[in-house]
T-cell receptor, first 111, second 112 residues
């Protein structure tokens, strides 16, 4: 059975800290890995990763995929209170259009 | 602006009632999805549809039903057979396998 596991499930840090969120996956016929940020209601898209070892960046956020280790990390540098959210990791297989989500990491940034 | 609209934002259901959650998109996406989100559970797939007049069960389809009569619309009915329907429901659509999901703002369903 396909699955995506995120760690930690919850994280509290102070503003200005750097955080690393982890995601491991077991997805048959893996195609891509996705990261989303969910603040209140609708998750918003952050990154889609398909190639191993190539870092994607957006401002203070960056992510990289390791296909050998079947994992990905999401880094947030110089955290701000606005980064407080649930971060969702998901794996997308080739065989159909379903995406398998992890349980999310709830990140709370203290001012 | 293109996007996905879910309605209502909040819904209260009495025991034994069926309720229908609306999901409409104007993104011209073929594939649409319904997820349920419970605290600490992440997103669990209820149903999905890759094309009009066709849909497949997800991991937790029992007690739910859907229809896909139009490309733009994918309503979800929570039936009385769903014993624990209180949750946050998210609808999503996708252009294709090379793209991620676009999500609606969700419907919070509460059984009273």
């Amino acid at each position: 059975e396909d699955k995506v596991v995120q760690s930690p499930l919850s994280l509290v840090v102070h503003e200005g800290d750097t955080v690393t969120l982890n995601c491991s996956y077991e997805v048959t016929n893996f195609r891509s890995l996705l990261w989303y940020k969910q603040e209140k209601k609708a998750p918003t898209f952050l990154f889609m990763l398909t190639s191993s070892g190539i870092e994607k960046k957006s401002g203070r956020l960056s992510s990289i995929l390791d296909k050998k280790e079947l994992s990905s990390i999401l880094n947030i540098t110089a955290t701000q209170t606005g980064d407080s959210a649930i971060y969702l990791c998901a794996g997308s297989p080739n065989r159909d259009d379903k995406i398998i989500f992890g349980k999310g990491t709830r990140l709370h940034i203290l001012p | 602006d293109g996007g996905i609209t879910q309605s209502p934002k909040y819904l209260f259901r009495k025991e034994g009632q069926n309720v229908t959650l609306s999901c409409e998109q104007n993104l011209n996406h073929d594939a649409m999805y319904w997820y349920r989100q419970d605290p600490g559970q992440g997103l669990r797939l209820i149903y999905y549809s890759q094309i009009v007049n066709d849909f497949q069960k997800g991991d937790i389809a029992e007690g739910y039903s859907v229809s896909r009569e139009k490309k733009e619309s994918f309503p979800l009915t929570v039936t009385s057979a769903q014993k624990n329907p209180t949750a946050f429901y998210l609808c999503a659509s996708r252009w294709g396998r090379n793209y991620g999901y676009t999500f609606g703002s969700g419907t919070r369903l509460t059984v009273v």
